[in-house]
């Protein structure tokens, strides 16, 4: 759970406080430098990590450089396998994963950074759930030019095989204009 801070000018890392310990979770970095932390596993207890986490390094030292998100059980984010990505705007978006039924989803959310609940909520633009053509698992998000997310690879479910098959496909995701809820 210890989050260290790299410091140049005495080329080590220092602790500044502890996160949810976690295993395959994931983490998006905003342009501001400040991350955002949400789901894997416990270790000890091998539950989903319902938290969502901030770590803010700009904050003084004397500060509480990492702070929760929202209820401290965020149902959204308790997944393993997911992916996140900061978005221009400083929201995260929140793809696919292992839910804690053990299902690969297909599920977006979104964590809005408006001052507001600081929840992931379901992604919906024009009052239409969006979700990925292909529910998928252990995948990466990235941000491209002009706001637009690539969540590239990861694993799916094979209902013929009853195992997981390697996902070939790159499914793009562009935030719309405005607000998105």
Do not use: C, K, W
């Amino acid at each position: 759970p210890l989050v260290e801070l790299f410091d140049p000018r005495v080329g080590g890392f220092s602790p500044v406080g502890e996160a949810e310990a976690r295993v395959a979770g994931a983490i998006a970095v905003r342009g501001d430098g400040t991350a955002v932390v949400a789901g894997g596993i416990d270790r000890e207890g091998g539950e989903l990590v319902a938290a969502v986490e901030e770590i803010n390094p700009s904050l003084a030292s004397g500060d509480d450089l990492i702070r929760r998100l929202g209820p401290a059980s965020q149902t959204e984010a308790e997944r393993t396998g997911l992916a996140l990505v900061a978005l221009p705007d400083r929201s995260i978006l929140l793809t696919g994963g292992r839910t804690t039924t053990g299902e690969i989803t297909s599920g977006l959310a979104i964590l809005d950074d408006d001052g507001g609940d600081e929840e992931f909520v379901p992604l919906v633009v024009a009052e239409e759930l969006v979700t990925l053509e292909t529910s998928r698992t252990r995948h990466s998000a990235t941000l491209g030019l002009g706001g637009v997310v690539y969540v590239i690879g990861g694993l799916s479910a094979d209902a013929l095989a009853s195992g997981e098959l390697a996902i070939r496909a790159i499914a793009l995701y562009r935030p719309p204009a405005g607000p998105i809820r």
